[in-house]
């Protein structure tokens, strides 16, 4: 199976980032950052501790926004939507661009209600609830493990159910787009693995962008790559972007080089 | 080598037992006045206890008769009190922990809330009688003991929510708000569920508190020997704590008796109003759980 095989040329932008530079205070963390997110396609953002991946990927869907002294310039853009646009809704925002978290955060909550949070805060009707907590766990890959339980607590489930369900939850409001957090890092291999193959069933419906430091998942999960890199003065820049196999195979930076075949980060 | 490991196992075996046995120790220096206390009461006051004692008005200056109008007083003032603090407290508490910028005025005013809660309760007394009484006119009333207390229970109340507000893991916040829920959404759903029963902790404390006050409502209303219930938020009332301080210091060759049965009453009035907010505390939990 070549995952990487999805013709990224052809894909239309689904999010871009233009000249982007985001402050903390006086501190720059994220220094011209230009970069396109092709639809329907797995983006991994890779690079070292602290060069600003995760505070890229939350300025898609505005949880920047929560930082106290957080400042951003440039564009970004979902489809032709400028989202940092003063007009912009964020709760409109977020429920085009969903999340799933480095930790599995399911709410302390049945399973069934924390799949239903998020339409029922928008006012789904109450009989359409089952069928969309079905539906979510399973695209989710989670129904089969959970149909007979749907009311014991989430936090009951295993690290890696749990953050199915937090994948089903994210599913659940119908987004277009979903950003993933080091989604893996708190679990086991085989979780791991079952969460990297429901992104390939997922990647058909929709555009995802995952940071991750793990390298190999990046390989084999990701069609495109970028990789991100911290200057003396802190600030994260983008080294290198392109096809995933492309820059795992023939990187053009030195510093891409070093970090992927781990000489150092 | 031997020999000294088994000198050194020998040694824990000696400080561990000595270790839980002070710590025992102390732990029974602070539950046994509390112990001593309520049994102590218990003895000497349960021969007054009867059915007329707790439902009938008081004669002869509380010497014979009943305490009904004094429980039922000091019921009034629990439950205005928690109905006035609990709300505003547990408002202004998610004001300041979750809308509030982190600035310099916020931070006055946190520290105003914890030095509101050292003040002497007689100044909230007296502040009772300038404010409430006589500037707005509400009179010595039961409303005017009620919003006294209120604002005494409310810097405890203010405290106490803000721990369990700040004590809600970020996480839970900001996955709700990632899926799309408004600010108000995340607290009224998430937030507040789950800090409730801390708020819930603070309430009991602050209206236990309450109940057992003396000096605040002294002032402002709280009658001397008054054998009738009052009719609305605006008459006279009869108080336990204050009822208890009379009997016990201006009603001379009044019985010892029914001075400790006074005590027990307000000491089982406030037991059986903690252990209903426990029962809802843990219902709170259970739901938390679920």
């Known amino acids: 199976m070549n995952v990487n095989s999805t013709a990224t040329a052809n894909n239309k932008i689904k999010m871009c980032a233009r000249s982007v530079n985001v402050f903390y205070g006086t501190m720059q963390a994220l220094r011209d950052i230009t970069l396109d997110i092709p639809d329907r396609t797995i983006t991994a953002i890779i690079g070292p501790s602290g060069c600003g991946k995760s505070t890229f990927l939350r300025l898609f869907n505005r949880m920047n926004d929560l930082i106290i002294n957080a400042r951003v310039e440039g564009d970004i853009k979902l489809d032709d939507m400028a989202i940092y646009a003063g007009s912009v809704d964020v709760v409109d925002l977020r429920r085009r661009v969903g999340m799933v978290f480095q930790k599995p955060n399911p709410f302390p909550m049945s399973i069934f209600d924390n799949v239903a949070y998020g339409p029922q805060r928008q006012g789904v009707q109450k009989n359409e609830l089952p069928d969309i907590v079905e539906n979510s766990l399973k695209q989710a890959a989670l129904w089969d493990e959970v149909k007979d339980k749907l009311h014991q607590s989430g936090l009951s489930l295993s690290g890696g159910q749990q953050q199915r369900l937090c994948i089903a939850r994210a599913l659940a409001v119908e987004p277009e787009v979903i950003l993933m957090d080091e989604p893996c890092s708190a679990l086991d291999p085989i979780a791991t693995l079952k969460i990297e193959d429901l992104m390939r069933e997922l990647v058909k419906d929709y555009t995802i962008i995952i940071v991750t430091h793990n390298m190999q998942q990046a390989a084999r999960v990701s069609d495109v790559s970028a990789f991100f890199w911290m200057e003396p003065d802190r600030a994260g820049v983008l080294v290198e972007y392109g096809p995933t196999p492309q820059m795992f195979s023939r990187p053009k930076d030195k510093r891409t080089e070093g970090y992927i075949t781990g000489r150092f980060g | ?290």
């Open chain 2, 1 to 290: 080598m031997i020999t000294v490991m088994s000198a050194q196992s020998k040694r824990h075996n000696r400080t561990e037992p000595i270790a839980f046995f002070i710590l025992g120790l102390f732990t029974l220096i602070i539950v046994s006045p509390v112990i001593f206390i309520l049994v102590y009461i218990l003895i000497n006051g349960i021969g007054a206890i009867t059915w007329d004692f707790l439902t009938q008005m008081p004669s002869m200056a509380g010497k014979a008769g009943g305490i009904f109008p004094a429980i039922i007083g000091t019921f009034y003032l629990m439950l205005g009190t928690l109905l006035c603090a609990l709300p505003i407290g547990m408002f202004a508490a998610l004001y300041l922990t979750e809308y509030a910028r982190q600035n310099r005025l916020v931070k006055i005013i946190n520290l105003t809330i914890v030095n509101l809660a050292g003040v002497p309760s007689i100044v909230y007394g007296l502040f009772g009688l300038g404010f409430f009484v006589l500037t707005m006119n509400i009179g010595m009333s039961v409303l005017a003991a009620i919003l006294t207390l209120s604002c005494q229970a409310l810097a405890m109340m203010i405290a106490s929510s803000r721990e369990a507000i700040v004590a809600v893991p970020r996480e839970y916040g900001e996955a709700s708000l990632a899926l799309g829920s408004t600010k108000w959404q995340t607290i009224r759903h998430i937030v507040l569920p789950q800090s409730m029963p801390g708020i819930i902790t603070g309430a009991v404390l602050a209206i236990s508190r309450a109940a057992g006050e003396t000096a605040p409502i002294l002032t402002v209303g709280a009658a001397f020997y008054l054998p009738a219930l009052p009719q609305s938020p605006f008459d006279q009332f009869m108080a336990l704590a204050y009822h208890l301080y009379t009997v016990a210091a201006n009603v001379p060759g009044i019985s010892k008796t029914t001075i400790w049965g006074v005590a027990l009453v307000l000491i089982a009035v406030v037991l059986i109003f903690d252990i209903g907010a426990i029962i809802i505390r843990m219902k709170a939990r259970q739901r938390r759980h679920e």
